[in-house]
């Protein structure tokens, strides 16, 4: 397994891992007319090229030596800009938006090096704070994040369509 950035030739394969990821965590929470446009927006072939076309946008892949599309074990998506500018810490902040592992494959560092590929951009960019949003529920992810130093600085809320859910913001300082 090595890491590598997306490129456009990538999107089809990234939009469908990060969909399948996304429902295997989850999709049980939403109804399916939540879910569904919430999925085609995020995760549908435009929206990942336009994500990979944003400058602010950095995607690094996690794939199986050799491997192409159907290859991917996890990816992390960064953006060179906060997200919550009214909870900011720092003076420069940028956001963590997503750093997905296939749930098979849960265990074997994957995770890890898709976080210190975050950090290290974070750091290049000249950012002084790491944002991101976590699930409320999600308490393995609490502990992956806090192991790294991340810490809850707010409550706020994350829209699926129409179905809102009980995040927590997490801020590492750099």
């Avoid at 990538?10 to 399948?20: E, I, K, N, P, V």
């Avoid at 794939?63 to 996890?74: C, K």
Wanted: proline residues 3%; contains cysteine.
């Amino acid at each position: 397994m090595h890491l590598r950035p997306a490129t456009i030739d990538d999107a089809l394969a990234l939009g469908t891992f990060g969909r399948d990821a996304f429902v295997a965590t989850f999709g049980h929470c939403y109804a399916k007319a939540d879910l569904d446009p919430f999925l085609e927006r995020v995760y549908g072939e435009a929206g990942v090229r336009g994500d990979l076309a944003d400058p602010l946008i950095r995607i690094q892949l996690a794939v199986d030596e050799g491997g192409n599309e159907g290859g991917i074990a996890g990816f992390c998506k960064m953006k060179l800009s906060p997200g919550w500018s009214e909870h900011a810490l720092g003076r420069n902040p940028v956001q963590l938006m997503q750093l997905y592992v296939d749930p098979e494959r849960t265990g074997q560092a994957i995770g890890a090096r898709l976080m210190d590929w975050a950090l290290d951009t974070a750091r290049e960019h000249g950012a002084d704070e790491v944002q991101l949003s976590v699930w409320s529920e999600n308490f393995g992810g609490h502990r992956f994040y806090e192991r790294y130093g991340f810490a809850k600085v707010a409550d706020i809320d994350f829209w699926v369509t129409n179905h809102r859910d009980e995040e927590f913001l997490f801020a590492l300082m750099l």
